[in-house]
């Protein structure tokens, strides 16, 4: 089984701060990509920010300069930092990774339970 575990949402004014993080556990043998989606009420579920175990980062248009994802291999953990928010950053984040199992050949798409993110106006 592998869980992955996110922390660090909450409220916050427009124009403060927050940070994310999102440990992945359990029978793992390679995590490729990590990163986060997040989704409005009434919305889909799109893309935030991505980076892979080599480095390569991508981000949404809408968060260039303002977020920062950044990873620990070792430790299969992801995190994003979130400066000068906007009340449209509110929605759900969600940790996503494809990684491969131990003694699994496929690599899958596993995701977080979800944390709330609320930006205040």
């Known amino acids: 089984q592998v869980q992955l575990v996110e922390s660090g949402g909450g409220l916050v004014q427009a124009g403060g701060s927050l940070r994310l993080s999102c440990a992945a556990s359990?029978?793992?043998?390679?995590?490729?990509?990590m990163g986060w989606y997040r989704q409005a009420p009434g919305k889909q579920r799109d893309l935030v920010a991505t980076v892979t175990s080599g480095g390569t980062i991508n981000y949404s248009d809408s968060v260039k300069g303002r977020f920062t994802i950044s990873r620990e291999n070792a430790k299969n953990t992801v995190y994003l930092q979130m400066n000068s928010l906007k009340p449209e950053d509110t929605g759900v984040y969600y940790c996503?990774?494809?990684?491969?199992?131990?003694?699994?050949?496929?690599?899958?798409?596993?995701w977080g339970q979800g944390t709330q993110v609320t930006v205040s106006s």
């Open positions: 359990g029978s793992i043998f390679s995590t490729y990509v």
């Open positions: 996503y990774a494809r990684l491969r199992r131990l003694g699994v050949s496929a690599w899958a798409d596993y």
